[in-house]
């Protein structure tokens, strides 16, 4: 049944800019505890980790040296077998320049942008093609977040238009959103931003906030996407009780990908999927 589909990619997000050791004590925050986060992750299925870093006091940062810190315990913790993926997220912090320029100053091999946040209006479509030209010469693997199906439908428009290439690039799409507390996702409300723009784009993935994070995953995989999980959007293993770690949280994803009939698939995979080998 395994060769009915290609590989799906397991994302681990371990911490996001919001949470504290307040919402879970095993939040990994500094530097360290994201390198033991990602080893445990990968040990437990995940190809990648999509990478937040935090100041001296534990708040949301995009700081480049941060950055590359973090990229180097993480690639000591877990070598090669890992994608590392940054974030340009900004939580009201920082502005789209700041948020461009941290991709240009530290040129990681991935990197994560939200629509609404790089070019939030029509007249922006040329920062975020600029970007994605910038991320093409150095090889760097550009995923672009869509948080509903406004973006989605903009996102079909901008390629149709061929203001973005996404023969290129990866798109997330977001289930749920952070409310207090959290919007739970539905994998229902995922399948019109799928099925809005998926197939322009090289690859899908999905994330989603709450306890049926696993379901929207397997939902994903089936449609032929991959799925990011971990303690940015959810704490809850599907069986209801909360995870010691993020790599229980990748390992119940794993296995209720697997029971689907589908296959985990590796960095090597993800790298060659996403153009960026011997990066």
Request: glycine fraction near 8%; proline fraction near 6%.
């Amino acid at each position: 049944m395994t060769d009915l589909y290609p590989p799906t990619f397991i994302a681990v997000a371990p911490n996001g800019g919001r949470r504290s050791k307040a919402d879970h004590p095993a939040l990994p925050i500094t530097i360290e505890e994201s390198a033991a986060a990602a080893r445990a992750a990968q040990a437990a299925g995940a190809a990648m980790i999509h990478l937040h870093v935090r100041d001296a006091q534990g708040r949301h940062s995009l700081d480049p040296g941060l950055y590359r810190d973090a990229i180097a315990a993480v690639r000591d913790a877990v070598g090669p077998r890992m994608v590392i993926q940054i974030t340009t997220e900004s939580i009201g912090m920082y502005a789209p320049e700041e948020q461009v320029a941290v991709v240009k100053a530290v040129k990681p091999e991935a990197v994560s942008v939200a629509l609404r946040e790089i070019a939030p209006q029509e007249s922006d479509a040329k920062r975020l093609s600029d970007l994605l030209a910038f991320c093409e010469a150095e090889r760097i693997a550009p995923q672009i977040i869509a948080f509903d199906r406004g973006d989605a439908d903009r996102l079909a428009r901008w390629v149709q238009a061929r203001v973005i290439d996404g023969r290129t690039t990866s798109v997330l799409f977001v289930g749920g959103r952070y409310t207090t507390p959290p919007t739970i996702a539905k994998p229902a409300e995922l399948v019109p931003m799928i099925e809005s723009c998926s197939d322009l784009f090289r690859d899908f993935m999905v994330c989603a906030f709450g306890p049926r994070e696993s379901g929207c995953g397997v939902l994903a995989g089936l449609l032929g996407g991959h799925v990011r999980c971990g303690f940015e959007n959810n704490f809850v293993l599907p069986n209801g009780e909360t995870a010691p770690d993020n790599g229980a949280v990748v390992a119940a994803q794993a296995q209720a990908l697997t029971c689907a009939g589908l296959r985990i698939g590796d960095a090597i995979a993800l790298r060659s999927l996403w153009g960026i080998e011997g990066r």
